[in-house]
Nanobody, 119 residues
Framework: QVQLVESGGGLVQPGGSLRLSCAASGTFFSIFAMGWHRQAPGKQRELVADIISGKTNYADSVKGRFTISRDNAKNTLYLQMNSLKAEDTAVYYC??????????????WGQGTQVTVSS
């Protein structure tokens, strides 16, 4: 099984920065995709950014402000969030997809970390 543990959320003022981390643990063969999603109260979960086979992709609402990166040696995903806005307030979830072995895939989610942007 693969477990994802997010950290780094918290309360920040508008214009501030936060860095989220997502550490993957367990036994697996490979991870080919990792990403960050978020869900605000009363809204559907949406993609924020992901890395698939080394290529990054961002939601239009965060382009130029957020940066996703991955440390393969540490099996850790990061999301650097700058110039935060009130509308970035949400629970942020990490997602990973890959293979447990040559024939078994997995797609798993972390428990989420709260990001609140408020003065």
């Amino acid at each position: 099984q693969v477990q994802l543990v997010e950290s780094g959320g918290g309360l920040v003022q508008p214009g501030g920065s936060l860095r989220l981390s997502c550490a993957a643990s367990g036994t697996f063969f490979s991870i080919f995709a990792m990403g960050w999603h978020r869900q605000a109260p009363g809204k559907q979960r949406e993609l924020v950014a992901d890395i698939i086979s080394g290529k990054t992709n961002y939601a239009d609402s965060v382009k130029g402000r957020f940066t996703i990166s991955r440390d393969n040696a540490k099996n850790t995903l990061y999301l650097q969030m700058n110039s935060l806005k009130a509308e970035d307030t949400a629970v942020y979830y990490c997602n990973a997809a890959g293979r447990l072995d040559e024939s078994t895939g997995f797609d798993t989610w972390g428990q989420g970390t709260q990001v609140t942007v408020s003065s």
